[in-house]
């Protein structure tokens, strides 16, 4: 299965700014998925990143507060814009095993992000 | 909407005793997976069932798929320390919708 490298690990923010995530993968890959984690709860679809198109975007979520890059087929990064305490969650991306879905995804170990 | 729901939402149990999780869904998926996440990691896949009334063994795992492809159970024998995580369980289309999970703790 895939390798994934997610940087930063942790970070603290102020409100009003904004976080670049960045997500490296050891193989190619067509699409690229970005989560949100609430400590301690499940996870929540934010966007699908396909290369070379406009991510798609779930309900609640939109490009302004949220955009994302795809610039090629190994790396995505998601920005969280404009932050408030209400964005303190844990980002994660993830890949489908190119085998299928049926063999799973591979997550990255998550962006732990606290805004104060 | 939560499509898939799982229960319980935390189990608090003592090492070699078991348990089970339960998860159903309000809608039929392609497959239906089931994940096991540790503090500071992203989930990892325990399994993956498609057919209904299957069955599937990991280990100390047995993972249960209903004949209407819509309700799962994953039971743990003999629970041990190491079992402790959050399990989700997620519907698989295109891509996944997880469940809410269930928070297990193995107490020594």
């Known amino acids: 299965s895939a390798v994934i490298s997610q940087k930063p690990s942790r970070d603290i923010c102020q409100r009003g700014t904004s976080l670049t995530i960045q997500c490296q993968v050891d193989?190619?890959?067509?699409?690229m998925f970005w989560y949100r984690q609430q400590p301690g709860q499940s996870l929540t679809l934010i966007a699908t990143?396909?290369?070379?198109?406009?991510?798609?975007?779930e309900s609640g979520f939109v490009i302004d507060k949220f955009p994302i890059s795809r610039p090629n087929l190994t790396f995505s990064t998601l920005t969280v814009s404009n932050m408030s305490p209400e964005d303190s969650s844990i980002y994660l991306c993830?890949?489908?095993?190119?085998?299928?879905?049926?063999?799973?995804?591979?997550f990255g170990s998550g962006t732990r992000l606290t805004v104060v | 909407t939560q499509l898939l729901e799982q229960s319980p939402q935390f189990l608090s149990i003592q090492e070699g005793e078991n348990l089970t999780v339960y998860c159903n869904s309000s809608?039929?998926?392609?497959?239906l997976q089931w994940y096991r996440q540790e503090p500071g990691e992203g989930p990892v896949l325990l399994v993956t069932?498609?057919?209904?009334?299957e069955v599937k063994k990991l280990k100390r795992l047995t993972f249960q798929f209903g004949d209407a492809r819509k309700d799962s159970s994953l039971h743990i024998t003999a629970a041990q320390t190491g079992d402790t995580g959050l399990y989700l369980c997620?519907?698989?289309?295109?891509?996944?919708?997880f469940g809410a999970g269930t928070t297990v703790t193995v107490r020594a």
């Open positions: 809608s039929v998926f392609s497959s």
């Open positions: 993830s890949v489908r095993d190119p085998r299928g879905s049926n063999y799973g995804y591979t």
């Open positions: 193989s190619q890959v067509t699409m």
């Open positions: 997620a519907g698989n289309d295109y891509k996944l919708s």
């Open positions: 069932v498609v057919t209904g009334g």
């Open positions: 990143a396909n290369q070379g198109s406009e991510a798609t975007y």
